[in-house]
């Protein structure tokens, strides 16, 4: 018969069969850290139990991708929880195109130029800090001097800026013999304080235009933001003087949604205004009277307002 050993020696790992112990007889707290530490990764084989998300620590928020808020009123930017740095985005207002003025027909009017473009990567910022966003209004067209609305400035605190487009006044012609050769678009706004500082893009310059044995002053498009060009001269594809839909051209988006305006003319006996933009930093159009008659006033079409976009 086998002797029992004495219960005072102990009990070692070498009295105890493998799986003999169970799970349920080991206490949750007889278990620490230092009885796992150095535990071969050969013991930890099967799937691994469901992670409660609130166990995970110390992961970027930036992982779920970009946000951004996009002003276009003037207010206040909050820098968010856990954002320390910020891509800015700043458009100055688009400036209206020139009015055909001092009721004469047949002018080369031109378009407002389109807003400055600021571009900056902000860093070291704290949440909650604030910043102030101011945006530029775009111009408004009028038939009173200078016969042009230019576009206001929009800005980011003091970290960066972008300038409106200008209009610009066109130059005269009262019969058919005394037309002018040109008048040249409003130039774009600028920006200061960005990494990136983009001249905005002139408007359209009034043209001359000829067909079926006429001459024809045309009117110039608006600008755009970001240096972008006018479009080539429209083409006169009409046969008199009293059609206002005899001009073909093409729009102008902008990149930041809308467009510029197209070119605007009118026939005998309308009075009317050029076409306003409708993209973010784009400018009006002019406005031309084609009409055989001396014709009425008409303003050139609104530039539209800037606009900010934060990136964070």
Request: net charge negative; aromatic share 8%; charged share 10%.
């Amino acid at each position: 018969m086998t002797k029992a050993r004495d219960i005072a020696d102990g009990v070692d790992t070498a009295d105890i069969a493998d799986g003999a112990i169970s799970t349920a007889k080991i206490a949750d707290s007889a278990i620490t850290d230092a009885k796992i530490s150095g535990m071969a990764s050969s013991k930890l084989t099967g799937d691994l139990p469901a992670i409660s998300g609130a166990a995970l620590t110390g992961i970027s928020a930036g992982l779920s991708g970009p946000n951004k808020e996009i002003f276009t009123s003037s207010g206040t930017f909050t820098v968010p929880a856990g954002v320390t740095s910020i891509k800015v985005i700043v458009v100055g207002g688009g400036a209206s195109g020139t009015a055909q003025r001092n009721n004469l027909r047949r002018q080369c009017t031109a378009g407002g130029g389109g807003g400055g473009t600021a571009i900056k990567w902000i860093t070291g910022l704290t949440a909650g800090d604030t910043v102030a966003v101011t945006i530029g209004a775009g111009g408004t067209g009028t038939t009173s001097s200078p016969y042009y609305g230019n576009g206001g400035t929009s800005s980011f605190g003091s970290y960066c800026s972008a300038t409106g487009g200008q209009g610009r006044v066109n130059n005269d012609g009262n019969n058919e013999s005394g037309y002018t050769s040109s008048s040249f678009g409003g130039i774009g706004g600028t920006a200061t304080g960005g990494d990136f500082n983009i001249a905005g893009g002139k408007g359209g310059d009034g043209t001359i235009n000829s067909g079926y044995g006429n001459v024809y002053p045309l009117a110039g498009c608006g600008g755009r933001p970001m240096g972008l060009d006018p479009h080539d001269p429209v083409v006169w594809a009409g046969s008199s003087y009293n059609s206002s839909t005899a001009f073909n051209y093409i729009t102008l988006p902008s990149p930041f949604g809308g467009e510029a305006g197209a070119p605007k003319f009118a026939g005998s006996g309308s009075s009317t205004v050029g076409n306003s933009a409708t993209g973010y930093g784009c400018g009006g159009s002019g406005f031309t009277y084609v009409a055989s008659a001396t014709g009425s006033n008409g303003a050139g079409g609104d530039g539209y307002q800037g606009v900010v976009i934060v990136e964070y």
